[in-house]
Nanobody, 121 residues
Framework: QVQLVESGGGLVQPGGSLRLSCAAS????????MGWFRQAPGKEREFVAA????????RYVDSVQGRFTISRDNAKNTVYLQMNSLKPEDTAVYYC??????????????WGQGTQVTVSS
């Protein structure tokens, strides 16, 4: 069984920053992709960012490119999402996602419980 525990969400003003973390535990194996999705009220869950096992390749949705940075620490089985220049439209529940899929593949098998990010003045 794999567990994903997210942290770092909260309330921030437009233009501010937050860093999300997601720690994985259990029988996750190796060479897994880690990533983040988000779901705003009344909208479908959407892909935000993903990172390969080595950390050498990343992928972002166009709306966060240049503002968000995904990284990982394999020694800690943890993925991070540094979010800068936050906008009200970034408000959503952010979900960690892990799986063996390729970087451009479908969502992985495992999901975190979600952490709320609210951008508002």
């Amino acid at each position: 069984q794999v567990q994903l525990v997210e942290s770092g969400g909260g309330l921030v003003q437009p233009g501010g920053s937050l860093r999300l973390s997601c720690a994985a535990s259990g029988s996750i194996g190796n060479f897994y992709r880690m990533g983040w999705f988000r779901q705003a009220p009344g909208k479908e869950r959407e892909f935000v960012a993903a990172i390969s096992w080595s950390g050498g390749t990343t992928r972002y949705v166009d709306s966060v490119q240049g503002r968000f940075t995904i990284s990982r620490d394999n020694a800690k089985n943890t993925v991070y999402l540094q979010m800068n220049s936050l906008k009200p439209e970034d408000t959503a529940v952010y979900y960690c996602n892990v799986g063996q899929e390729s970087l451009f593949g479908p969502p992985g098998k495992y999901w975190g419980q979600g952490t709320q990010v609210t951008v508002s003045s």
